[in-house]
């Protein structure tokens, strides 16, 4: 029985072995990727149960990341295959530091026929928290009513949602749709997760505090706003907040996946049963660690190492 469930498009992520323009690359790495994928991965490893929704295309690409979701020990009991379609992709840059190019191989993937057949109560039941991305909701139409069903079941079968809006414009047919889209998917959520820049955009707020009071107008029980280098701040419905500071890297190798990681450690740590203030640093150190690596989750940590970089790290 999962603790956590989450549902996603899994890619393959091809990283070159050099910088340089992709015209003169020639080799490549895989990787499996995906905002779902790595959020799956980095609560597995940190010893929790976890059931990942999506499809897959009958093709070697699914092949591989079926492999990669079985030996990292996810629940793949409501992962299914197609042979009408393919599995999806990616390629990024390799870059000395900072914020890779992504170039997308999605269009009409096996995971963007994903619908709301594939959320039951069969699938959520005895699972405590279903963490969703804003990624998913914007892959196809049928996923963004999939994610609507997966919001409204399981709070009906007593789950705690949490909400990453994970913003990806190019996905969206406007910015309209995009923001009026994914603030009807977090209203009434238990915790939404933006990053400071995603909360200005979606809110047309400015501060950190005006981020939070707009979704907790709005129904949400506590936001949590992503604030890069500076760390996270805090806010409930009941009127606690608070600022967490970040952890201090030597060197930033590549930010992808650093607010999937952060995810990991807010949604553990509330698994857990940690106050939110040490659940938002645990996410803080995630998201710190995961910078330090060039692929999506390989630095995703298991609980000793995470243990011993917050111990030592600096902030």
Not at 51 to 69: N, P
Not at 125 to 131: K, S, T, V
Not at 164 to 172: E, G, H, I, T
Request: one cysteine or more; a negative charge.
């Amino acid at each position: 029985m999962a603790e956590i469930i989450t549902m996603g498009e899994p890619m393959v992520v091809l990283i070159p072995q050099e910088e340089g323009p992709f015209a003169e690359v020639g080799l490549f790495s895989k990787g499996a990727a995906g905002a779902e994928l790595n959020v799956a991965i980095g609560a597995s490893r940190l010893g929790h149960s976890v059931r990942y929704i999506s499809r897959l295309g009958r093709d070697f690409l699914g092949e591989y990341l079926l492999e990669v979701m079985k030996r990292e020990g996810l629940d793949v009991s409501a992962v299914s295959t197609e042979t009408d379609r393919l599995t999806g992709f990616y390629f990024k840059t390799k870059v000395p530091s900072g914020d890779p190019q992504v170039f997308y191989m999605r269009k009409n993937s096996a995971a963007s026929g994903l619908s709301p057949a594939d959320v039951t109560p069969e699938r959520l039941q005895g699972a405590r928290f279903f963490h969703l991305t804003g990624i998913t909701a914007a892959v196809s139409a049928s996923c963004l009513q999939a994610c609507r069903r997966a919001k409204v079941l399981a709070r009906e079968q007593g789950l705690q949602v949490t909400f990453d809006p994970n913003l990806r414009p190019a996905l969206w047919r406007s910015e309209e749709e995009m923001i009026s889209s994914l603030n009807g998917l977090a209203e009434g959520c238990d915790y939404i997760l933006p990053g400071v820049a995603e909360g200005r955009l979606l809110t047309g707020c400015d501060t950190l505090e005006g981020i939070a009071d707009f979704y907790l107008e709005r129904g949400v029980k506590a936001v949590i706003v992503k604030n890069r280098s500076e760390g996270a701040y805090y806010k409930t419905a009941a009127g606690e907040c608070s600022r967490i500071p970040g952890f201090h890297v030597k060197r930033i190798v590549d930010t992808v996946g650093a607010g999937d990681a952060f995810s990991v450690g807010v949604l553990t740590g509330l698994t857990e049963g940690l106050p939110l203030s040490e659940a938002v640093r645990r996410g803080n150190a995630m998201g710190a660690i995961m910078i330090t690596s060039a692929g999506d989750n390989d630095a995703l940590p298991g609980r000793e190492e995470l243990i011993r970089f917050m111990e030592e790290a600096e902030v």
